[in-house]
């Protein structure tokens, strides 16, 4: 049975149950809540939420998605990180058994999956609510035994909410023995059962409280993962043999190698954003792209794989795969957009290279090339031991965590503000970045965007995004103003808000960013007497500390201004 055909069958195995085929959402969305749409609820999430769908109490769609959470799982046998979620949706409609029947006729009846095969988790319940014997017992009634059925905490079996309130509820997961001979031991301590349906149930409200209350709308959210379903219903042990991706695994020859793997998810993924009308980029859904075709660039190095001249052949044997449901813009220029970021990165890999063994701080180097010039962990690890950068590896990954906890990124940690300690020195040194932030922005334009920061108790590092070295002139003129808002002794303050507030507010932040629900907005500027008629100097998300007033900072003297990679420059200061 082939993905197509699997597609098919689900769309159409529910239409015959009275739910509506809906177009799926774009994966770039277009409220912004997200850089991409990481989960096939995401879209529908109003509906869910009480508001009337124009189709109906039941639908059901395939969603496109994109997710790095699990980057480095990307090679293993079941991570991708695009992937399409098939969904059925129940809202305030049909509940626990017709949902859960129905998954056992689809998987057993129509994908033909033997019944001796299926193992299924349940919610085992806690102190705020109580187990769910309510799917225990239709799962029995359909024939799975109690020895197959796998009661487990909140942490397995249990949905939402999103926030610190709203709607949530256990959920019902179905697994598939992927392993030679009986099934044996619990899904959550083999690995060899692979999930294959998640049935959500949204029955509960968490207040403000932290009670549970029941909601007056009871809704069902499943998801059902295209990829991992086509691996078990193909008898495959791994996505990358699938028709999915059999094609590229003919044109990169050995797919058990997990580069060739990585190379193939990575392309993959990569086609479908710029599809979405995305270019690489520094920011935002341009700098997840430009990652993506970075990571598979270096494996392909280490594979001894000629990416660019098998380039035109991946996205051909994509587009075979996808014809007539996605790719089908003829006028997008795949080939031509990813082999001019593999030109660029060119250049970056080989100055990365080199520059591992020009400081004394191997270890921060060595984080640098993960970093800063897109290096995968594991290749950095190996480069790292192999030119005796590290004793060993268990020391690398010490030290690599250590530079990790210290570093804010784009993407990992700019809430928090990239502290190694909350002392008085380095607390001056946080607030200070916020200045050089705001000054260079106000010298060199606000296409000027912070890339990641590093604060010691001895001096601040600042990357942000700039395509140019800056002239002498223009240093001295960041460093005199970052010195006159010192001198004009700025209150710093900050506001707890919704983050929707906080980002009407026109603060900076890392677009996409997980943030809570609640943020804080840290301003320097204007002073009170000002405070009517003036904008303040610095606006940023922000989980502090900070000084009180910028005069208690000391004044600030820019030591070093380099590049950090391609379109990025790095600046070092001290408090003198």
């Known amino acids: 049975m082939t993905s197509s055909e699997i597609r098919e069958k689900y769309l159409k195995f529910f239409e015959e149950r009275d739910h509506k085929r809906i177009d799926p959402a774009p994966l770039v969305p277009e409220d912004g809540t997200t850089l991409f749409v990481t989960a096939g609820m995401q879209p529908l999430v109003p509906y869910l939420l009480g508001k009337e ?58 994908l033909n999956l033997p019944k001796e095969k299926l193992a299924v988790t349940v919610f085992a319940g806690n102190s705020d609510t109580p187990r769910d014997d309510e799917s225990i017992e239709i799962w029995k009634s359909l024939g799975i035994p109690g020895d197959r059925i796998f009661p487990l905490g909140k942490e397995d079996n249990w949905w939402g909410p999103v926030g610190e309130t709203g709607p949530c509820g256990p959920d019902s997961e179905i697994f598939y023995w992927t392993g030679e001979g009986a099934p044996k031991d619990s899904p959550d301590t ?44 193909q008898g495959k042990t791994n996505v990358y043999d699938t028709d999915l991706f059999i094609g590229a695994k003919e044109v990169l020859g050995d797919v058990e190698n997990k580069a060739a793997r990585i190379i193939i998810d990575h392309i993959r993924a990569a086609i479908f954003i710029i599809d979405s009308g995305i270019t690489p980029s520094n920011k935002e859904h341009g700098y997840i792209l430009r990652r993506l075709i970075r990571r598979a660039a270096v494996y392909a190095r280490t594979a001894n794989i ?23 813009n003829e006028s997008v220029n795949f080939s031509g957009i990813i082999s001019e970021e593999l030109n660029k990165f060119d ?55 250590k530079h990790k906890s210290l570093s804010r990124t784009a993407s ?44 010691t108790s001895e001096r601040l590092r600042f ?25 004009e002794n700025l209150p710093v303050t900050f506001k707890e808000m919704s983050r929707e507030e906080a980002e009407k507010t026109g603060a900076i932040h890392a677009f996409g960013e997980k943030y809570g629900d609640r943020v804080k ?56």
């Open 463 to 487: 990357d942000f995004s700039h395509t140019e070295k800056l002239t002498d002139e223009q240093i001295k003129e960041v460093e005199k103003l970052v010195n006159q808002k010192i001198e």
């Open 53 to 110: 769908h124009p189709e109906g109490k039941r639908l059901v769609d395939i969603q496109p998605c994109l997710r790095t959470d699990d980057i480095e799982e990307v090679g293993d046998n079941t991570h991708n990180t695009f992937l399409e979620m098939m969904g059925n949706w129940s809202l305030g409609d049909y509940w626990k058994k017709e949902s859960l029947e129905w998954s056992l006729e689809f998987l057993t009846q129509e």
């Open 412 to 455: 990992d940690g700019i809430f928090k503000g990239g502290l190694a300690s909350s002392g008085e020195t380095e607390t001056k040194y946080h607030t200070a970045t916020h200045l050089l932030h705001a000054a260079l922005r106000q010298v060199l334009g606000d296409q000027v965007i912070q890339r990641g920061s590093n604060i």
């Open 521 to 576: 907005v840290y301003s320097i500027g204007p002073t009170s007497r000002e405070a009517s008629r003036s904008k303040p100097f610095s606006l940023e998300f922000c989980g502090g500390p900070h000084v009180e007033n910028t005069r208690s900072i000391g004044h600030v003297k820019i030591t070093k201004e380099e590049s950090a990679g391609a379109g990025i420059r790095r600046i070092y200061a001290e408090i003198v």
């Open 306 to 328: 000629n990416l660019g001249s098998t380039l035109s052949e991946l996205i051909k044997e994509f587009k075979k795969v996808y014809k007539g449901i996605y790719l089908d």
């Open 347 to 401: 250049e970056t890999l080989e100055r990365g290279l080199k520059e591992i063994t020009k400081t004394q701080d191997i270890n921060e180097r060595a984080f640098d090339l993960y970093q800063t010039y897109g290096f995968p962990l594991e290749l950095t690890e190996e480069l790292a031991v192999q030119k005796g950068l590290a004793v060993d590896r268990e020391q690398f990954y010490r030290e690599f965590e």
């Open 190 to 233: 083999n690995p060899l059962w692979v999930e294959v349906w998640n049935n959500v149930f949204m029955e509960y409200n968490k207040t403000t409280e932290g009670n549970f209350e029941p909601l007056k709308q009871r809704n069902v959210d499943t998801g059902i993962g295209m990829e991992r379903t086509t691996t078990v219903v």
